[in-house]
């Protein structure tokens, strides 16, 4: 069984669409989070989701809507898509609270390509 | 300021052979926790070892080890006996405080490591 999965794997578009990631965890993890890994493979948080609710949002562009219908999805939504947006996409999940040690399990990533 | 440094951006080691990649933080929270990830080039986040800022003992997984020095704030990866599979890039991480930041992670900026027959 998948821990954490998104889909697509691969996103190919045009300049100005909009897109939509899907992510679920199966972990029953409370915590999910979007981070985007740049062309020199630097990876950097974008969003954190607890139960549903955002926690953290990174300076991220408010064309990049997330969504997070239970704790157990959390979906990324990206509209007027630009050529700077092109990356890779993680999601991820692990569960927070008074101790630090829940190491987080990643999806395996959306590649994704602005044309 | 940078809070997760690995300064070798790219590594080789021969086969069999044990390897140290570097890692550096700085943070001010007593409470963090550092984790490694492995990234081979499939492109998957595979999560390796991890050490609490309040470990007496260094963690250890099979094959790697973590050199936790907290007083130089390093928390260095070995790898002993290396293998080809082990050629992929490897993430330094750290995360502060229980509740601290939303659990977020804070990655270094990586070190490729190649595996020589």
């Known amino acids: 069984d998948t821990a954490v999965s998104q889909t697509p794997k691969y996103l190919v578009t045009q300049m100005g669409n909009d897109k939509s990631i899907k992510c679920e965890q199966n972990?029953?993890?409370?915590?999910m989070y979007w981070y985007k890994q740049d062309s020199k493979k630097f990876l950097k948080i974008m969003f954190s989701?607890?139960?549903?609710?955002?926690?953290i949002n990174e300076t991220v562009p408010n064309r990049f809507s997330p969504k997070s219908p239970d704790k157990a999805h959390l979906n990324l939504h990206i509209n007027s898509l630009e050529l700077g947006d092109s990356a890779v996409y993680f999601c991820?999940?692990?569960?927070?609270?008074?101790?630090?040690?829940?190491?987080?399990?990643f999806g395996q990533g959306t590649r994704l390509t602005v044309v | 300021a940078q809070k997760i440094t690995q300064t070798q951006p790219g590594m080789f080691v021969q086969e069999k052979e044990a390897v140290t990649l570097d890692c550096t933080y700085d943070?001010?929270?007593?409470?963090?926790?550092l984790f490694w990830y492995k990234q081979p080039s499939s492109g998957e986040m595979i999560f390796l070892i991890y050490q609490g800022s309040y470990d007496q003992q260094n963690a250890t997984e099979g094959r790697y080890s973590l050199n936790f020095q907290k007083a130089r704030k390093s928390a260095n990866l070995v790898i002993s006996a290396s293998q080809l599979g082990d050629s992929a890039m490897y993430f330094c991480?750290?995360?502060?405080?229980?509740?601290?930041?939303?659990?977020?992670?804070?990655f270094g900026q990586g070190t490729e490591l190649s595996v020589k027959p």
């Open positions: 991820a999940s692990s569960n927070t609270g008074p101790v630090v040690n829940t190491e987080a399990f």
């Open positions: 989701y607890n139960n549903k609710e955002l926690i």
């Open positions: 943070t001010s929270d007593p409470s963090y926790g």
């Open positions: 972990l029953g993890h409370d915590t």
């Open positions: 991480a750290m995360r502060e405080g229980p509740y601290n930041q939303g659990g977020k992670l804070i």
